[in-house]
């Protein structure tokens, strides 16, 4: 599944991470990022789209950390456009799992059965998702945060690393949720959670 070809857009740290998933760099068709600065990443060239249309003959991953800036390159600049899912071979997906597209799940990251991951979501390194979870579409599960069954994870939140959510939580939409943190109680949209409560 990860050797297809496509398009990536973003150059920086985390795109970085995306293209290490992939077999071999020969599917990458482009690179695109924004900044002007940026000229290669991992020997490839990079493009600076502009105003230029972007071609659509392959599908894209964006491969941004920030969720906010995610969404506005899927929903402004490839609105037209397919994405892949990317899913690194050692990750671990139940067959009762759904996966969106746009979405990449990193080495060793766990979903478990009957829960639902949205579109342009990171699951990150080692994360886990257990059982009946919801992760809107442009959310991060931080490297090494735990979804604890049943747990609902808003559109744009993020999980931080080694964050635990516990069973049954909702997190709202464009939260931000501390690493480290032990989510033990219904977190409201754009609040952020540090530690085991609420951000003052
Ligand atoms: C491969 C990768 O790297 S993937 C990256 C995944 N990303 C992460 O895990 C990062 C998650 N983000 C965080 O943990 C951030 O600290 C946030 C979003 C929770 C808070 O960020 P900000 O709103 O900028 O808050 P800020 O840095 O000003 O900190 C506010 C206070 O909380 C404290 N604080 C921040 N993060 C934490 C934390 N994880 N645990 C405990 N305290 C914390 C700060 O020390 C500060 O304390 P003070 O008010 O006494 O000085």
């Not at 068709?29 to 924004?34: A, I, L, Q, R, T």
């Not at 990150?124 to 009946?132: C, F, I, K, L, P």
């Not at 635990?164 to 959670?193: F, M, N, Y």
Request: charged share 15%.
């Amino acid at each position: 599944m990860n050797s297809n070809n496509m398009y990536i857009y973003g150059a920086s740290g985390h795109a970085k991470a995306v293209l290490d998933l992939l077999e071999d760099l020969a599917g990458v068709k482009g690179v695109y990022d924004d900044n002007m600065g940026v000229k290669s990443i991992l020997g490839l060239e990079v493009s600076h789209p502009n105003s230029k249309k972007l071609p659509g003959d392959f599908p894209y991953i964006v491969a941004i950390g920030s969720n906010l800036v995610r969404k506005n390159i899927v929903e402004q600049k490839l609105a037209e456009h397919a994405f892949v899912t990317l899913v690194h071979p050692s990750s671990i997906v139940s067959k009762a799992a759904e996966l969106g597209v746009g979405t990449v799940l990193m080495e060793n990251s766990i979903v478990k059965i009957d829960s639902t991951v949205g579109n342009h979501v990171i699951i990150n390194t080692a994360s886990t998702v257990d059982h009946d979870c919801v992760v809107g579409d442009y959310g991060h599960i931080g490297p090494g945060a735990t979804l604890c069954g049943g747990v609902s994870i808003g559109k744009g939140t993020l999980i931080g690393a080694k964050a635990v959510v516990l069973p049954g939580v909702k997190v709202g939409e464009w939260c931000a949720i501390a690493a480290g943190s032990i989510v033990h109680q219904d977190v409201a949209d754009g609040a952020t959670w540090i530690g085991t409560a609420l951000k003052k």
